[in-house]
Protein backbone atom coordinates (compact mmCIF):
# COMPACT_ATOMS: atom_id res chain seq x y z
CA UNK A 1 0.00 0.00 0.00
CA UNK A 2 0.99 3.37 -0.71
CA UNK A 3 2.48 5.64 1.86
CA UNK A 4 -0.13 8.46 2.92
CA UNK A 5 0.36 12.23 1.19
CA UNK A 6 0.05 14.99 3.45
CA UNK A 7 -3.06 17.46 2.44
CA UNK A 8 -3.13 19.27 -0.35
CA UNK A 9 -2.02 22.97 0.38
CA UNK A 10 -5.09 24.43 -2.11
CA UNK A 11 -7.88 22.62 0.76
CA UNK A 12 -5.75 24.32 3.79
CA UNK A 13 -5.49 27.64 4.90
CA UNK A 14 -2.34 29.92 4.10
CA UNK A 15 0.18 29.36 7.23
CA UNK A 16 -1.11 26.22 8.44
CA UNK A 17 0.59 23.24 7.37
CA UNK A 18 0.29 19.13 6.67
CA UNK A 19 2.55 17.04 8.04
CA UNK A 20 3.42 13.13 9.53
CA UNK A 21 5.39 12.44 12.98
CA UNK A 22 5.95 8.53 13.15
CA UNK A 23 6.36 6.25 15.69
CA UNK A 24 3.98 7.65 17.84
CA UNK A 25 2.84 4.43 20.43
CA UNK A 26 2.74 2.87 17.61
CA UNK A 27 1.34 5.07 14.73
CA UNK A 28 2.24 7.66 11.99
CA UNK A 29 0.38 10.48 12.62
CA UNK A 30 -0.78 12.97 10.59
CA UNK A 31 -1.33 16.50 11.93
CA UNK A 32 -2.21 20.31 11.18
CA UNK A 33 0.42 22.65 12.12
CA UNK A 34 0.44 26.68 12.57
CA UNK A 35 2.64 28.81 14.25
CA UNK A 36 5.69 26.55 13.70
CA UNK A 37 8.01 29.49 11.76
CA UNK A 38 9.42 30.62 15.03
CA UNK A 39 11.48 28.34 18.28
CA UNK A 40 10.24 28.62 21.48
CA UNK A 41 6.41 29.14 21.27
CA UNK A 42 3.82 27.53 23.62
CA UNK A 43 2.21 24.75 21.94
CA UNK A 44 -1.64 24.46 22.00
CA UNK A 45 -3.05 20.72 21.23
CA UNK A 46 -6.13 20.53 19.42
CA UNK A 47 -8.13 17.30 19.62
CA UNK A 48 -11.22 16.58 17.68
CA UNK A 49 -14.35 14.91 18.12
CA UNK A 50 -16.40 12.21 15.66
CA UNK A 51 -16.96 12.21 12.55
CA UNK A 52 -14.46 14.72 12.02
CA UNK A 53 -10.42 15.39 11.47
CA UNK A 54 -7.69 17.91 12.68
CA UNK A 55 -8.98 19.77 9.73
CA UNK A 56 -12.25 20.66 11.91
CA UNK A 57 -9.69 23.27 13.65
CA UNK A 58 -8.24 25.34 10.64
CA UNK A 59 -10.41 28.27 11.72
CA UNK A 60 -9.24 28.62 15.00
CA UNK A 61 -5.53 27.89 14.21
CA UNK A 62 -4.45 30.75 12.91
CA UNK A 63 -5.86 32.95 15.44
CA UNK A 64 -4.24 31.01 18.23
CA UNK A 65 -0.86 31.10 15.91
CA UNK A 66 -1.21 35.23 15.84
CA UNK A 67 -1.13 35.07 19.35
CA UNK A 68 1.98 33.57 19.74
CA UNK A 69 1.62 29.87 19.94
CA UNK A 70 2.66 26.71 18.14
CA UNK A 71 -0.86 24.98 17.34
CA UNK A 72 -0.99 21.10 16.69
CA UNK A 73 -4.07 19.51 15.71
CA UNK A 74 -3.75 15.47 14.67
CA UNK A 75 -5.93 13.27 13.07
CA UNK A 76 -6.87 11.46 16.62
CA UNK A 77 -6.35 7.26 16.40
CA UNK A 78 -8.59 5.78 14.12
CA UNK A 79 -9.59 9.10 11.93
CA UNK A 80 -7.98 10.32 8.84
CA UNK A 81 -4.38 10.02 7.55
CA UNK A 82 -2.98 8.68 10.52
CA UNK A 83 -2.21 5.41 10.19
CA UNK A 84 -0.92 2.13 12.42
CA UNK A 85 -4.70 1.80 14.08
CA UNK A 86 -6.94 -1.14 13.47
CA UNK A 87 -9.61 -0.84 11.09
CA UNK A 88 -11.09 -4.33 11.53
CA UNK A 89 -14.05 -4.16 14.11
CA UNK A 90 -13.05 -7.58 15.71
CA UNK A 91 -9.93 -5.80 15.77
CA UNK A 92 -7.68 -4.21 18.37
CA UNK A 93 -10.21 -2.55 20.89
CA UNK A 94 -8.29 -2.10 23.64
CA UNK A 95 -5.43 0.28 21.46
CA UNK A 96 -8.52 2.85 21.66
CA UNK A 97 -8.93 2.67 26.14
CA UNK A 98 -8.56 6.67 26.78
CA UNK A 99 -5.30 6.21 29.01
CA UNK A 100 -4.15 5.30 25.39
CA UNK A 101 -5.08 7.99 23.73
CA UNK A 102 -3.42 10.41 26.42
CA UNK A 103 -0.37 8.37 25.56
CA UNK A 104 -0.70 9.20 21.86
CA UNK A 105 -1.19 12.79 22.42
CA UNK A 106 2.33 12.59 25.07
CA UNK A 107 3.82 11.12 22.81
CA UNK A 108 3.44 13.56 19.71
CA UNK A 109 4.40 17.07 21.95
CA UNK A 110 7.23 15.38 22.83
CA UNK A 111 8.50 14.04 19.39
CA UNK A 112 7.59 17.89 18.77
CA UNK A 113 10.15 19.15 20.80
CA UNK A 114 7.50 20.09 23.66
CA UNK A 115 7.92 19.11 27.77
CA UNK A 116 4.55 20.49 28.40
CA UNK A 117 1.61 22.72 26.30
CA UNK A 118 0.10 25.25 27.39
CA UNK A 119 -3.01 23.96 27.06
CA UNK A 120 -5.23 21.20 25.35
CA UNK A 121 -8.46 21.51 23.76
CA UNK A 122 -11.08 18.71 22.88
CA UNK A 123 -14.36 18.84 20.80
CA UNK A 124 -16.91 16.23 21.24
CA UNK A 125 -15.03 12.98 22.02
CA UNK A 126 -11.67 14.97 22.26
CA UNK A 127 -12.94 16.72 24.98
CA UNK A 128 -13.24 13.57 27.45
CA UNK A 129 -9.38 12.89 26.06
CA UNK A 130 -8.25 16.30 26.99
CA UNK A 131 -10.06 15.94 30.02
CA UNK A 132 -7.92 12.77 31.08
CA UNK A 133 -4.56 13.95 29.38
CA UNK A 134 -5.24 17.17 31.93
CA UNK A 135 -6.22 14.44 35.16
CA UNK A 136 -2.95 11.73 34.66
CA UNK A 137 -0.12 14.47 33.46
CA UNK A 138 -0.94 18.32 34.90
CA UNK A 139 2.73 18.75 34.87
CA UNK A 140 2.83 18.61 30.95
CA UNK A 141 -1.02 19.63 30.06
CA UNK A 142 -1.22 22.52 32.00
CA UNK A 143 -4.68 24.17 31.55
CA UNK A 144 -7.56 22.27 29.43
CA UNK A 145 -10.40 23.27 27.50
CA UNK A 146 -13.34 21.68 26.48
CA UNK A 147 -16.12 21.94 23.91
CA UNK A 148 -19.50 20.60 23.32
CA UNK A 149 -19.33 17.74 25.78
CA UNK A 150 -18.85 18.02 29.94
CA UNK A 151 -16.90 15.32 31.48
CA UNK A 152 -18.26 14.14 34.81
CA UNK A 153 -14.43 12.45 36.34
CA UNK A 154 -13.53 9.40 37.40
CA UNK A 155 -15.54 6.26 37.51
CA UNK A 156 -16.57 5.78 40.88
CA UNK A 157 -15.45 2.69 43.28
CA UNK A 158 -17.79 0.85 45.25
CA UNK A 159 -17.22 2.76 48.42
CA UNK A 160 -17.80 1.01 51.75
CA UNK A 161 -19.65 -2.03 50.73
CA UNK A 162 -17.32 -4.48 53.35
CA UNK A 163 -20.00 -3.80 55.76
CA UNK A 164 -22.59 -2.46 54.14
CA UNK A 165 -23.38 -5.00 51.38
CA UNK A 166 -25.48 -3.02 49.17
CA UNK A 167 -29.33 -4.45 48.57
CA UNK A 168 -29.86 -7.30 46.07
CA UNK A 169 -32.96 -6.38 44.52
CA UNK A 170 -34.81 -7.71 41.33
CA UNK A 171 -33.17 -6.11 37.94
CA UNK A 172 -34.99 -3.59 36.22
CA UNK A 173 -35.55 -3.02 32.59
CA UNK A 174 -32.42 -1.29 31.16
CA UNK A 175 -32.59 2.04 29.61
CA UNK A 176 -32.28 0.26 26.05
CA UNK A 177 -35.56 -1.69 26.56
CA UNK A 178 -37.36 1.18 28.23
CA UNK A 179 -36.45 3.35 24.91
CA UNK A 180 -37.46 0.60 22.85
CA UNK A 181 -40.86 0.12 24.43
CA UNK A 182 -42.12 3.87 23.98
CA UNK A 183 -45.08 4.50 21.77
CA UNK A 184 -42.43 5.46 19.52
CA UNK A 185 -39.56 3.02 20.06
CA UNK A 186 -36.27 4.86 20.09
CA UNK A 187 -32.22 3.85 20.31
CA UNK A 188 -29.91 5.38 21.94
CA UNK A 189 -27.16 6.64 19.35
CA UNK A 190 -24.04 5.53 20.94
CA UNK A 191 -25.00 1.84 21.17
CA UNK A 192 -26.22 1.84 17.66
CA UNK A 193 -22.61 3.14 16.75
CA UNK A 194 -21.09 -0.05 18.52
CA UNK A 195 -22.57 -2.49 16.73
CA UNK A 196 -21.05 -4.06 13.58
CA UNK A 197 -23.30 -2.95 11.00
CA UNK A 198 -23.15 0.78 11.79
CA UNK A 199 -19.72 1.80 9.78
CA UNK A 200 -21.73 0.05 6.87
CA UNK A 201 -24.71 1.94 7.28
CA UNK A 202 -23.39 5.34 7.17
CA UNK A 203 -19.96 4.03 4.60
CA UNK A 204 -22.79 2.65 1.90
CA UNK A 205 -25.40 4.83 2.27
CA UNK A 206 -27.94 5.27 -0.62
CA UNK A 207 -27.09 8.92 -0.62
CA UNK A 208 -23.71 8.23 -0.41
CA UNK A 209 -20.72 9.55 2.36
CA UNK A 210 -21.05 13.47 1.24
CA UNK A 211 -24.56 14.23 1.47
CA UNK A 212 -24.55 12.25 4.72
CA UNK A 213 -22.12 14.46 6.16
CA UNK A 214 -23.89 17.32 5.22
CA UNK A 215 -27.08 16.19 6.70
CA UNK A 216 -25.32 15.10 9.92
CA UNK A 217 -23.92 18.54 10.29
CA UNK A 218 -26.90 20.20 9.22
CA UNK A 219 -28.98 18.42 11.58
CA UNK A 220 -26.76 18.87 14.68
CA UNK A 221 -26.07 22.67 13.77
CA UNK A 222 -27.60 25.89 14.69
CA UNK A 223 -28.72 26.18 11.31
CA UNK A 224 -31.63 23.21 12.18
CA UNK A 225 -33.81 25.44 14.14
CA UNK A 226 -35.45 22.85 16.16
CA UNK A 227 -31.93 22.68 18.55
CA UNK A 228 -33.42 24.10 21.50
CA UNK A 229 -31.85 22.27 24.41
CA UNK A 230 -32.49 22.29 27.61
CA UNK A 231 -31.74 20.32 30.99
CA UNK A 232 -33.09 16.62 31.51
CA UNK A 233 -34.36 15.45 34.54
CA UNK A 234 -33.26 12.20 34.17
CA UNK A 235 -31.34 9.31 32.85
CA UNK A 236 -34.69 7.77 31.70
CA UNK A 237 -36.24 6.67 28.35
CA UNK A 238 -38.96 9.55 28.88
CA UNK A 239 -36.67 12.12 29.12
CA UNK A 240 -33.83 11.04 26.61
CA UNK A 241 -36.71 10.71 24.13
CA UNK A 242 -37.11 14.67 24.51
CA UNK A 243 -33.70 14.87 22.22
CA UNK A 244 -33.54 15.26 18.38
CA UNK A 245 -33.11 11.90 16.65
CA UNK A 246 -29.93 12.11 16.32
CA UNK A 247 -28.93 11.16 19.78
CA UNK A 248 -31.96 9.19 20.65
CA UNK A 249 -33.31 7.13 17.16
CA UNK A 250 -35.76 5.22 15.70
CA UNK A 251 -35.75 1.94 16.79
CA UNK A 252 -35.73 0.99 13.24
CA UNK A 253 -33.43 3.17 11.65
CA UNK A 254 -29.75 3.44 11.04
CA UNK A 255 -28.00 6.96 11.27
CA UNK A 256 -27.88 7.84 7.71
CA UNK A 257 -31.32 6.85 7.18
CA UNK A 258 -32.04 9.55 10.41
CA UNK A 259 -30.17 12.49 8.97
CA UNK A 260 -31.38 11.76 5.59
CA UNK A 261 -34.83 13.56 6.72
CA UNK A 262 -33.05 16.70 7.34
CA UNK A 263 -30.66 16.83 4.63
CA UNK A 264 -30.77 21.03 3.54
CA UNK A 265 -32.01 22.56 1.08
CA UNK A 266 -29.82 23.67 -2.07
CA UNK A 267 -30.37 27.53 -0.99
CA UNK A 268 -29.48 26.20 2.38
CA UNK A 269 -26.28 24.45 1.66
CA UNK A 270 -25.32 27.31 -0.44
CA UNK A 271 -26.18 29.80 2.55
CA UNK A 272 -23.36 27.40 4.78
CA UNK A 273 -20.91 30.10 5.23
CA UNK A 274 -19.14 27.83 7.99
CA UNK A 275 -18.75 24.32 6.25
CA UNK A 276 -19.13 25.50 2.56
CA UNK A 277 -19.53 22.47 -0.26
CA UNK A 278 -15.34 22.35 -0.77
CA UNK A 279 -14.66 22.43 2.84
CA UNK A 280 -17.03 19.39 3.05
CA UNK A 281 -15.48 17.59 0.69
CA UNK A 282 -12.50 17.46 2.28
CA UNK A 283 -14.42 15.64 5.37
CA UNK A 284 -16.04 13.00 2.49
CA UNK A 285 -12.99 12.51 0.73
CA UNK A 286 -10.86 10.97 3.74
CA UNK A 287 -14.20 9.28 4.82
CA UNK A 288 -15.28 7.53 1.85
CA UNK A 289 -11.48 6.71 1.89
CA UNK A 290 -11.26 5.24 5.92
CA UNK A 291 -15.07 4.72 6.15
CA UNK A 292 -16.43 5.37 9.70
CA UNK A 293 -14.90 2.08 12.05
CA UNK A 294 -11.67 3.79 13.01
CA UNK A 295 -13.91 6.16 15.05
CA UNK A 296 -16.78 4.25 16.42
CA UNK A 297 -14.27 2.14 18.35
CA UNK A 298 -14.21 5.06 20.62
CA UNK A 299 -17.51 4.81 21.37
CA UNK A 300 -17.30 1.09 21.36
CA UNK A 301 -14.63 1.46 23.95
CA UNK A 302 -17.21 3.38 26.76
CA UNK A 303 -20.49 1.29 25.80
CA UNK A 304 -18.54 -1.81 26.50
CA UNK A 305 -16.88 -0.33 29.33
CA UNK A 306 -13.14 -2.26 28.47
CA UNK A 307 -11.32 0.47 30.12
CA UNK A 308 -13.77 1.27 33.29
CA UNK A 309 -11.44 -0.86 35.90
CA UNK A 310 -8.35 0.92 34.59
CA UNK A 311 -9.84 4.25 35.05
CA UNK A 312 -11.29 3.36 38.58
CA UNK A 313 -7.76 3.89 39.58
CA UNK A 314 -8.04 7.50 39.48
CA UNK A 315 -11.94 7.47 41.46
CA UNK A 316 -12.11 10.73 43.38
CA UNK A 317 -9.58 12.28 41.79
CA UNK A 318 -10.35 16.20 40.54
CA UNK A 319 -8.88 18.09 37.93
CA UNK A 320 -6.93 20.59 39.31
CA UNK A 321 -5.31 22.76 36.53
CA UNK A 322 -6.98 25.72 34.84
CA UNK A 323 -9.90 25.05 32.80
CA UNK A 324 -12.77 26.21 30.52
CA UNK A 325 -15.75 25.22 29.14
CA UNK A 326 -17.17 26.50 25.31
CA UNK A 327 -20.08 25.13 23.76
CA UNK A 328 -22.93 26.41 21.26
CA UNK A 329 -26.15 27.28 23.08
CA UNK A 330 -27.98 25.44 20.54
CA UNK A 331 -25.85 22.05 21.53
CA UNK A 332 -28.01 19.04 23.14
CA UNK A 333 -24.27 17.74 23.63
CA UNK A 334 -23.99 19.64 26.67
CA UNK A 335 -27.27 18.06 28.15
CA UNK A 336 -27.32 14.58 26.27
CA UNK A 337 -25.85 13.27 29.82
CA UNK A 338 -28.59 14.66 32.83
CA UNK A 339 -26.16 16.14 35.87
CA UNK A 340 -22.80 16.20 33.67
CA UNK A 341 -22.85 19.55 32.66
CA UNK A 342 -23.29 20.28 36.51
CA UNK A 343 -21.24 17.66 38.24
CA UNK A 344 -18.35 18.96 36.17
CA UNK A 345 -18.85 22.36 37.11
CA UNK A 346 -19.35 21.50 40.59
CA UNK A 347 -16.68 19.14 41.82
CA UNK A 348 -14.80 17.57 38.70
CA UNK A 349 -12.72 20.69 37.82
CA UNK A 350 -11.54 22.42 40.97
CA UNK A 351 -10.44 25.69 38.74
CA UNK A 352 -13.29 26.19 36.15
CA UNK A 353 -12.85 29.54 35.01
CA UNK A 354 -15.96 29.87 33.09
CA UNK A 355 -18.77 28.07 30.74
CA UNK A 356 -19.07 29.61 28.01
CA UNK A 357 -22.34 28.87 26.03
CA UNK A 358 -22.31 30.72 22.32
CA UNK A 359 -25.07 32.20 20.77
CA UNK A 360 -25.74 31.25 17.15
CA UNK A 361 -23.92 27.83 17.28
CA UNK A 362 -24.86 24.23 17.76
CA UNK A 363 -22.41 21.09 17.91
CA UNK A 364 -19.94 22.51 15.65
CA UNK A 365 -19.15 25.14 17.78
CA UNK A 366 -15.54 25.87 16.63
CA UNK A 367 -16.34 25.91 12.99
CA UNK A 368 -19.60 27.72 13.60
CA UNK A 369 -18.50 30.40 15.40
CA UNK A 370 -14.97 30.40 14.77
CA UNK A 371 -14.18 34.02 15.60
CA UNK A 372 -15.83 34.15 18.98
CA UNK A 373 -14.38 31.20 19.87
CA UNK A 374 -10.70 31.71 19.46
CA UNK A 375 -10.97 34.90 21.03
CA UNK A 376 -12.72 33.14 24.56
CA UNK A 377 -9.45 30.42 23.85
CA UNK A 378 -6.62 33.27 23.15
CA UNK A 379 -8.58 35.10 26.49
CA UNK A 380 -8.09 31.81 28.34
CA UNK A 381 -4.93 31.06 27.39
CA UNK A 382 -3.10 34.97 28.08
CA UNK A 383 -4.57 34.62 31.69
CA UNK A 384 -2.56 31.61 32.66
Not at 16 to 41: K, P, T, W, Y
Not at 86 to 112: E, H, K, M, T
Request: net charge negative.
Amino acid sequence: MNEMMPLENAVLPPGIRSRFVSDINGLRIHMLEAGFDLQDRPCVLLLHGFPELAYSWRKVMLPLAAAGFHVVAPDLRGYGRTTGWDADYDGDLGSFRLLNAVRDAIGLISALGHRSVAAVVGHDFGSPVAAWCALVRPDVFRSVALMSAPVAGPPVLPFDTANNPPQQGSPGASIHEELAKLDRPRKHYQWYYSTRQANADMRDCPQGVHAFLRSYYHHKSADWKQNRPFRLKSWTAEELAKMPTYYIMELDKGMAATVAEEMPSASQIAACRWLPDSELSVYSAEYERTGFQGGLQWYRRGTEGIDTAELQLFSGRTIDVPSIFIAGKQDWGTYQRPGNFERMRESVFTRMLGCHLIEGAGHWVQQEQADRVSELLIEFLQGQ
